[in-house]
C-alpha cells in the first residue's frame, strides 16, 4: 500500500496531514497510509504540549487562531473550513471532560481572551482527532509515539528508521519537526566553559519551558540578554511561577513578593519588549489588500530577472503598504481625527512615492495629533536618540515608553495599530515570494532578511496586555531592570559586565548570574537531532550559505535548503529530492505560525497545500514507475 510518513505531530505535521487528506481524493485517490511520528503527544507535539507551567499563555486571542483553510485562502486544493479555536471552545469543547482547572478555563474564554498554552493544547488535540475522524476512503494514519533516528533509501522506498519499533516503509517522507534543538555557538559554548571554570551561572539559548530556572537564586542579581517572546516566559517563570503575585492598582498592577525571587537586569539590541497585542477590533473593516505589493508588483520585480535589493526595491513599497494599512483604518475607522475624505487621501496617498516630501506634507495636513501618523522608524527602534546618566534614570524613561504602547493597543482610539498589522502579514506573504525567486543580492539576503523579520517579530508578536502590565510592575517593584538599546556583554572571573549604547557613561552592572532569553539559532550542523544530523553528514541534506559574488561567505544560515515552491529537499550538490521534503524553521523556506488568523489567506497553509499536493504526486509517480 503507498504511504507517506510525516515526522512531526505537532501543529505543522497536523497541517500536512490535513491537506494530504483534502487532496487525497484528487491526487490518485485509493489507499494511503501516512506514519504520523512524534515522541510528544499528537496534535500539540513539543511546544504545545499539555505538560508545561498552567501559567503561560499564547500571544493571541481566542478569534485569531485557526488550523484550518477558509475562503481566504488561494491554494490549489480543496478548501476545508474548521472551527477557530473560539469557535471551538463555544460550540465543540466539552468542559466536564477537562480537569477542573481547564474546564473554568474554557468556560471563561471570550473572542479576546489570550487562552493558556495547555488550553491551546487541547484545542490541537482535537483538531487531530477531527481529522482523523473524517478522512478520505482508503486513507489511514498510524501514530508513532517516538522518535525518528535515521533515513535510509532503498530502491525507490524511503526507509525511516525509528528509536522504538521496525523500520517504515514508505514512498515519501516530511520532515515537519519544528524547533529542533542545537549544541551551543561557539560563544555560547565559550561561555558556558567561563561559568563552569569560574564558579558562575551560564543559561544558553532554548526554549524558556525547557530551561532549568532553579539556578537563579532567590535575591540573586540575574543579567538577561533578550527582551522578546522567550524573555515574557521568564518573566512568568521566575516570578509568578515561584509564588509571586500581582494585584490591582488603580489603572495597573502591584507585584507582591514570595521572597524567592532574583532581580533581572535585561537588555537587548532594541532595549525594549516587543509591542504589544492589539485588543481591540477593526473599526472600518479589512483594508483592501494588496494594494502596493500585490502580484502585479511582485510580477515585476521577479520578471525582471534583475538583482534586488529588499531595502532598496522593495522597502518603499512594503512600507506604504503597511502604511495604507494603518491610514484606511484612521481614515474610516476615525474621521473626526483627520481633516481630508478618505477618497481624496488615499488618491494622494498613492500618487506619492514612499518618505517623499510629498507623502510627509500630505500626512501633515491631513493628520493634525502626530500621535496618528505612522512612524516606522520609533517603532521598530524606540529608545534611538535616547540616553541616561544611570540606570535610575532610565527607568522611568522605559517605563513610560512602555506605558505608552501599551495604551494606544489596547484602547480603541488607537485602531490604526491594527490595520497596519494586518497589511504586514499581507506584504510578509508578498515578500516571501520574492525572496522565494533567488534574485535577491547575497547582501540582501545575508543582511535584509533579518532585519526584515525583527521588525515583523517586534511590530507583530509582541505579548498580551496583561503581561505588559505585569512586566510595569515588576519594574516599580525594583525586580526588572532595564538596561537599554545595544546591550553588550563581557565575561570576566567574578562575573559578567554588561553595558549598553543608552547608558554610555554609566559604570556597567555586574553579576555573577547571565541567561540568553531567546530561541536558539537554526543549526543543521549543530543540531541533536540524529535524524537531521545523519541526513547532513551524508551530504543528504545542506546547510544554506550565503556567499558574495566574490566567494566571500556572508553568512550561514543554519537552515536546511528546500525547493521554495513545495518544500522539497536539495542535497550538497544541489540535487532536488523526488520524494522527500521539509517545512518549519529548520528550512529556507521562512513561513509565519503553523497556525494563523482567520480570513489572511495564510501562507503556511498556501505552502502545507502545495507541500502536499507534491508529496501525493511523489507518491503517484512511484506507484506508475513499478507497475
Not at 439 to 454: H, V, Y
Not at 565 to 590: E, I, M, N, S
Request: hydrophobic share 45%; charged share 20%; net charge negative.
Amino acid at each position: 500500500m503507498p504511504a507517506i510518513a510525516v515526522i512531526g505531530a505537532g501543529p505543522r505535521g497536523t497541517g500536512i496531514v490535513e491537506r494530504l487528506a483534502a487532496n487525497l481524493p484528487e491526487l490518485g485517490g485509493g489507499p494511503l497510509d501516512v506514519h504520523l511520528i512524534d515522541p510528544y503527544p499528537p496534535g500539540a507535539g513539543r511546544i504545545w504540549r499539555h505538560a508545561q507551567s498552567p501559567l503561560l499563555a499564547m500571544n493571541s486571542m481566542a478569534a485569531d487562531v485557526t488550523m484550518y483553510t477558509d475562503e481566504s485562502v488561494v491554494c490549489e486544493g480543496p478548501i476545508r473550513p474548521g472551527p477557530s479555536f473560539w469557535d471551538w471552545a463555544r460550540e465543540h469543547a466539552d468542559p466536564d471532560t477537562f480537569e477542573p482547572e481547564l474546564a473554568a478555563e474554557l468556560r471563561a474564554v471570550t473572542a479576546s481572551t489570550f487562552p493558556s498554552r495547555r488550553l491551546q493544547s487541547r484545542y490541537l488535540e482535537w483538531v487531530l482527532a477531527d481529522l482523523l475522524a473524517h478522512l478520505p476512503d482508503g486513507m489511514r494514519v498510524h501514530l508513532h509515539r517516538t522518535s525518528a533516528v535515521g533515513l535510509d533509501e532503498d530502491g525507490p522506498l524511503q526507509v525511516v528508521r525509528l528509536a522504538e519499533g521496525r523500520p517504515l516503509l514508505v514512498d515519501a517522507v516530511v520532515l515537519a519537526s519544528g524547533h529542533l534543538d542545537a549544541g551551543p555557538t561557539p560563544d555560547e559554548a565559550a561561555l558556558v566553559a567561563h561559568a563552569e571554570q569560574h564558579g558562575l551561572t551560564y543559561l544558553p539559548p532554548e526554549q524558556t519551558t525547557d530551561s532549568d530556572l532553579s539556578v537563579l537564586a532567590p535575591g540573586e542579581t540575574v543579567l538577561v540578554r533578550g527582551t522578546g517572546l522567550a524573555f515574557i516566559d521568564l518573566l512568568v517563570l521566575l516570578y509568578e511561577g515561584r509564588g509571586g503575585r500581582f494585584e490591582p492598582d488603580g489603572d495597573g498592577l502591584r507585584y507582591v513578593p514570595s521572597g524567592a525571587e532574583p532581580y533581572l537586569v535585561a537588555g537587548s539590541p532594541r532595549g525594549m519588549p516587543y509591542h504589544a497585542k492589539t485588543h481591540y477590533d477593526l473599526r472600518a473593516g479589512l483594508p483592501p489588500l494588496p494594494r502596493f505589493l500585490g502580484d502585479a508588483q511582485v510580477s515585476a520585480l521577479v520578471d525582471a530577472s534583475a538583482p534586488i535589493d529588499l531595502r532598496r526595491d522593495v522597502w518603499p513599497l512594503m512600507a506604504k503598504e503597511i502604511a495604507w494599512g494603518w491610514y484606511h483604518e484612521l481614515f474610516r475607522g476615525h474621521p473626526e481625527r483627520v481633516r481630508l475624505p478618505w477618497a481624496a487621501f488615499a488618491a494622494a496617498f498613492a500618487d506619492a512615492d514612499w518618505d517623499s516630501p510629498e507623502l510627509l506634507a500630505l500626512v501633515e495636513r491631513s493628520v493634525p495629533d502626530p500621535v496618528d501618523r505612522l512612524d516606522l522608524p520609533g517603532l521598530h527602534h524606540p529608545l534611538d536618540g535616547v540616553t541616561a546618566p544611570d540606570l535610575d534614570a532610565l527607568q522611568p524613561i522605559v517605563r513610560g515608553l512602555i506605558a505608552e504602547d501599551l495604551r494606544q493597543h489596547v484602547d480603541e482610539a488607537h485602531t490604526p495599530h491594527l490595520g497596519a498589522f494586518v497589511a504586514m502579514l499581507s506584504v510578509y506573504s508578498a515578500t516571501a515570494r520574492i525572496v522565494a525567486s533567488g534574485l535577491l543580492t547575497p547582501q540582501s539576503e545575508a543582511e535584509d532578511l533579518g532585519w526584515w523579520q525583527g521588525f515583523f517579530n517586534g511590530v507583530a508578536s509582541g505579548p498580551p496586555g496583561f503581561r505588559v502590565r505585569e512586566m510595569l510592575a515588576l519594574s516599580e517593584a525594583g525586580y526588572l531592570t532595564f538596561l537599554g538599546a545595544g546591550m553588550t556583554v563581557v565575561a570576566a572571573p567574578d562575573g559578567f559586565r554588561a553595558t549598553s549604547a543608552t547608558l554610555p557613561d554609566a559604570p556597567p552592572v555586574h553579576a555573577r548570574a547571565l541567561v540568553d532569553a531567546r530561541l536558539q539559532e537554526s543549526s543543521a550542523a549543530r543540531s541533536t537531532d540524529p535524524l537531521l544530523a545523519s541526513l547532513l553528514a551524508a551530504g543528504d541534506v545542506v546547510e544554506a550559505v550565503i556567499t558574495d559574488v566574490d566567494g566571500t561567505v556572508l553568512r550561514n544560515t543554519g537552515q536546511i535548503r528546500t525547493r521554495p515552491t513545495d518544500g522539497a529537499l536539495l542535497d550538497a550538490a544541489g540535487r532536488v529530492h523526488p520524494r522527500r521534503f521539509a517545512v518549519g524553521p529548520h528550512t529556507t523556506v521562512k513561513l509565519p505560525g503553523a497556525f494563523t488568523r482567520p480570513g489572511t489567506n495564510s501562507l503556511s497553509f498556501r505552502h502545507n497545500d502545495a507541500l502536499a499536493r507534491a508529496v501525493l504526486q511523489a507518491v503517484v509517480d512511484t506507484a506508475r514507475a513499478a507497475a
